[in-house]
């Protein structure tokens, strides 16, 4: 073992941030679980008492229905039991418990149904807005004296200071009703076949294109913005002055020095946005009425079903974590300074 | 194009720089810091271009290079460069005007660059080899094959080895990036290389080292070294001619050893008073009283009276003429106002 780490440091450096992951995860998910032990409110209660009142019934035994209802819940015993219990049922089953807003279908369904519309709707915008960003950011940086600049980083700045769901009200409203141009509810027509057919695969994409117009009108000032400052700060450093003094182009500079060593921090900004995608867009999605997760969030918050938001809270926690455990583990490989520093 | 009909005066000149003017614009007006530069650079010399920080030295070389960035700009003046295009012909083109798309030809081609502050002129992030072969790709129509081959022959001149060419800049030594810089820079053969300070970030031993390289390299290969450093014991083992820049201005130009035998101008008698010797008379030691001037107000007449202890009547209004005062020796002095004969006035007290 000690030999092998000689031999190649870099498995050191792999095991701790392997490690780090892993620790992390499990105090994220502790945190969680205890917080939302300890908000003051009792949904079992609140949601016998609304069946109730929808019926206007009142249930026989009410108390031992909501006492079976709690075991179902895992709400039973001492504290420490339900933690327990949570946590071996998630491992060993992952099984996140049953859900309030579609009960009783388990959380970890929903969320698999879901899972697959987020993933495909945002990696997309979210690939779209950070190439975009790179390139209208560095541009922007590169013709800093020109009025182009000035243009880009104005709107860039004023676009960010819009609210999200601005951005989706007016994109609904105009392309959606007023000119008719788009559907604007929902993630594909419910006349056609869901499968790999042509009908099917257009009509989701028609869906998909104003929320991912929104999302990516969302981030890009954002990219935009950071990439301008990243090449600016390079600007007036000496390899790029070296670099026109080789009398290379304009735009080879541009992009194989400058944005080059923008890149870097501009990658792990992708990666965690990756990473932070499936609870990223709650807003959008629920106003584009999108069937990803961020709408079964938003429905769980709405009637405080716990199960459902720790499921997607976790879930997130992990996602983050192991996009950031990407990233570190591949930084060796893109920044020749890290592989040093770790062979040192 | 009209830089065919600049006929070359003689056949040992290269660059022609005819009252060259590279102004700042700051919020307090103009900084003049390159204000009014004659100079003339031969065929195959090393030129050393000395003078305290700040007196104009990046400025000038970068202006002539056509990399003046704002605030800064050029305010006036013409840098002829005189290449040969066949044997018999030679063709003079002035580098402040040329269109952006033929100066960046030019640039590494004909004029080669080795920045000031070397040890952060390459990009920490691409490796040794790509940024030696981007220029070569960029300037000729070699192959891979043969990119790699002259990457390797200069690598080779300098004392590098191969394996160099697969590093990173943090993985090398200052003295291994120099080196690397000028294994950039002699790599596509050009007439000219400008050297800003390269060797100032190094120890004494690796300058020394590099300082005798580059002087060999620049023989051996016929390229034009124009050597900047305000360092006076490194243009007396480098150069061949010096000039000497004082406020945006040259005010001397002499062959080497006339320079350090005799120099004429107060402010290089000054210069070169101040070199350390090694074993010899600390007292001898004097440094120019007084702080050089703002480039935003040059002082009237000549530049230098406020600290010149020979200042006359006539220096603080009437700003001294570049004159030839013997064959290959040029000042900007008011104590010299015609050709000499026979050793300078100003120089007595210094033998
Ligand atoms: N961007 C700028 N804006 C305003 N003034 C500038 C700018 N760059 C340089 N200057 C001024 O121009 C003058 C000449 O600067 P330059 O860098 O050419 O000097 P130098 O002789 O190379 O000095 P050093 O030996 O320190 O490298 C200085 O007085 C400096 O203050
Ligand atoms: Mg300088």
Redesign the interface.
């Given at each position: 073992m000690r030999k092998l780490l000689r031999k190649y440091p870099v498995l050191g450096y792999y095991f701790n941030k392997v490690f780090t992951y892993f620790v992390t995860i499990f105090g994220a998910l502790t945190i969680t679980f205890f917080m939302f032990r300890l908000i003051p409110s009792n949904p079992i209660q609140n949601w016998v008492m609304s069946l109730e009142r929808q019926y206007s019934v009142t249930i026989e035994g009410g108390d031992a229905m909501i006492n079976r209802y709690k075991e179902q819940f895992g709400l039973t015993g001492t504290l420490w039991d339900q933690y327990v219990g949570y946590l071996r049922q998630l491992i060993l089953k992952g099984d996140l418990g049953p859900s309030f807003i579609a009960f009783p279908t388990p959380v970890q369904d929903l969320m698999i149904a879901a899972i697959p519309w987020t993933i495909a709707l945002l990696s997309v915008s979210i690939i779209i807005s950070w190439s975009l960003g790179l390139l209208i950011g560095s541009t922007a940086a590169w013709f800093r004296?020109k009025s182009v600049s000035d243009i880009i980083t104005n709107v860039s700045i004023g676009l960010s200071q819009v609210p999200s769901y601005l951005i989706a009200l007016f994109l609904v409203l105009f392309l959606g009703y007023q000119w008719k141009l788009l559907p604007t509810r929902g993630a594909f027509d419910a006349q056609y076949q869901i499968g790999w057919n042509l009908d099917f695969i257009r009509s989701v994409i028609a869906h998909s294109f104003l929320p991912a117009l929104a999302i990516v009108m969302v981030s890009l000032s954002g990219w935009i913005l950071s990439t301008r400052s990243l090449v600016i700060s390079n600007i007036?450093?000496?390899?790029l002055?070296?670099?026109?003094?080789?009398?290379?182009?304009p735009r080879?500079i541009m992009i194989?020095?400058a944005l080059?060593?923008a890149?870097?921090p501009q990658a792990t900004g992708l990666a965690l946005t990756m990473g932070s995608m499936v609870s990223g867009q709650l807003l959008i999605e629920s106003m584009f009425v999108y069937p990803g997760l961020g709408q079964v969030m938003s429905r769980a918050i709405a009637i405080f079903d716990y199960n459902t938001m720790m499921g997607i809270i976790i879930l997130s926690v992990v996602s983050v974590m192991t996009a950031s455990l990407i990233v570190d583990l591949l930084l060796p490989a893109i920044?020749?300074?890290i592989r040093?520093a770790i062979k040192a | 194009m009209n830089s065919q009909a600049i006929t070359q005066p003689n056949a040992q000149m290269l660059l022609d720089i005819k009252d060259l003017r590279i102004w700042y614009r700051t919020t307090r007006g103009n900084a003049q810091a390159v204000d009014g530069v004659d100079l003339v650079i031969n065929r195959n010399e090393i030129f050393g271009l000395a003078g305290e920080s700040g007196c104009g030295k990046t400025t000038l070389a970068?202006g002539v290079?056509g990399?003046t960035?704002?605030p800064g700009y050029v305010e006036s003046g013409e840098a002829i460069y005189y290449h040969p295009v066949s044997d018999s012909s030679v063709v003079g083109r002035d580098l402040l005007t040329l269109p952006a798309r033929e100066m960046?030809?030019?640039?590494?081609?004909h004029i080669?660059?080795v920045?000031?502050?070397a040890m952060?002129?390459?990009?920490?992030?691409?490796r040794i080899e790509k940024q030696i072969l981007?220029?070569i790709y960029?300037?000729s129509d070699l192959s891979k094959e043969e990119a790699r081959a002259r990457m390797f022959e200069c690598m080779e001149m300098v004392g590098l080895d191969r394996t160099v060419a697969r590093m990173?800049p943090?993985?090398l030594s200052g003295g291994m990036k120099q080196r690397v810089?000028i294994a950039?820079a002699i790599s596509l053969k050009p007439g000219l290389i400008i050297a800003d300070e390269p060797t100032t970030a190094l120890d004494v031993n690796v300058q020394q080292v590099i300082l005798q390289e580059l002087k060999d390299i620049a023989a051996s290969l016929g390229v034009t070294l124009i050597y900047v450093t305000h360092d006076m014991a490194v243009h007396a083992e480098m150069a061949d001619r010096l000039g000497i820049m004082y406020s945006g201005l040259i005010v001397e130009v002499a062959s080497v050893v006339e320079a350090f035998k005799e120099p004429l101008h107060p402010y290089s008698q000054g210069l070169i008073a101040s070199i350390p010797m090694i074993g010899g008379d600390r007292s001898r030691m004097v440094g120019i009283p007084g702080n050089a001037p703002s480039p935003l107000a040059w002082p009237s007449g000549c530049r230098f009276h406020p600290r010149c202890p020979k200042v006359m009547e006539i220096c603080r209004d009437k700003v001294p003429p570049m004159l030839e005062v013997a064959p290959g020796r040029f000042v900007a002095c008011h104590l010299y106002p015609t050709p000499m004969s026979g050793a300078a006035p100003a120089s007595e007290e210094l033998n």
């Open positions: 004296d007036g450093e000496d390899y002055i070296y670099a026109e003094a080789k009398g290379l182009k080879k194989g020095y080059r060593n890149m870097l920044d020749p300074r040093t | 970068r290079l990399m960035k704002l960046r030809q030019m640039r590494w081609r080669a660059y920045p000031q502050g952060n002129v390459l990009s920490p992030v691409l981007d220029a960029e300037h990173y943090h993985e810089t950039a």
